[in-house]
């Protein structure tokens, strides 16, 4: 069965930055490339980027272009999203979610708080 | 940019009734080599990540219940609950994966008249 979790709830000042992850099993990892989409308070879903399956190619969204990094592991079965110079308009909830075409299955997702 | 339009906004259905969700692309996504239509659409409850309900416009994700159902093709697109249950009540968002850049509709919200 297809599990994706991700990584805890993060509180981060101005300026700061965050990387959070999505750790994948009950699949061969390195057979989907995820998406990663974020969901501010009270919003509607926003698309932020895609890793593909092996992890050499990225396509980021151009709001984002800069400051954003999508990584994998395949050693370990792990996504990562890095968010570099938050605002407070990066409050929101973040997701994964595995390509299959389609983003077929998503995490918990994980709420990045930015406050000074 | 593909921008995905959706509408209404808003709807409220009474148990048992028809609803009914629009979802408008501004461009065609609909690809040729294979004849399939790259739209997805997903529920979300509130605090719970989105949950895939149809792909390819008119497939059912497995476990889906019937009363879900997709339809169109090209640049129009329809989600159809044919008998609202309690359950149902949530946003629902169409997708494009035409792009690698996928975009989502604003959302349609579901409630209970």
């Known amino acids: 069965q297809v599990h994706l979790v991700q990584s805890g709830t993060e509180v981060k000042k101005p300026g700061a930055s965050v990387k959070v992850s999505c750790k994948a099993s009950?699949?061969?990892?390195?057979?989907?490339?995820f998406t990663w989409v974020r969901q501010a308070p009270g919003q509607g879903l926003e698309w932020m980027g895609w890793?593909?399956?092996?992890?050499?190619?990225?396509m980021y969204a151009q709001k984002l272009q800069g400051r954003v990094t999508l990584t994998s592991d395949t050693s370990t079965a792990t996504a990562y999203m890095e968010l570099r110079s938050l605002t407070s308009d990066d409050t929101a909830v973040y997701y994964c979610?595995?390509?299959?075409?389609?983003?077929?299955?998503w995490g918990q997702g994980t709420l990045v708080i930015v406050s000074s | 940019d593909i921008v995905m339009t959706q509408s209404p906004d808003s709807l409220a259905v009474s148990l048992g009734e028809r609803a009914t969700i629009n979802c408008k692309s501004s461009q065609s996504l609909l690809y040729s080599s294979n004849n399939k239509n790259f739209l997805a659409w997903y529920q979300q409850k509130p605090g719970q990540p989105p949950k895939q309900l149809i792909y390819w416009a008119s497939t059912r994700e497995s476990g889906v219940p019937d009363r879900f159902s997709g339809s169109g093709s090209g640049t129009d697109f329809t989600l159809t609950i044919s008998s609202l249950q309690a359950e149902d009540v949530a946003v629902y968002y169409c997708?494009?994966?035409?792009?690698?850049?996928?975009?989502f509709g604003q959302g349609t919200k579901v409630e209970i008249k």
């Open positions: 979610a595995r390509v299959n075409y389609y983003d077929d299955y």
């Open positions: 009950g699949y061969t990892f390195s057979n989907y490339g």
């Open positions: 997708q494009q994966y035409y792009t690698t850049q996928r975009t």
């Open positions: 890793i593909s399956a092996n992890g050499d190619n990225t």
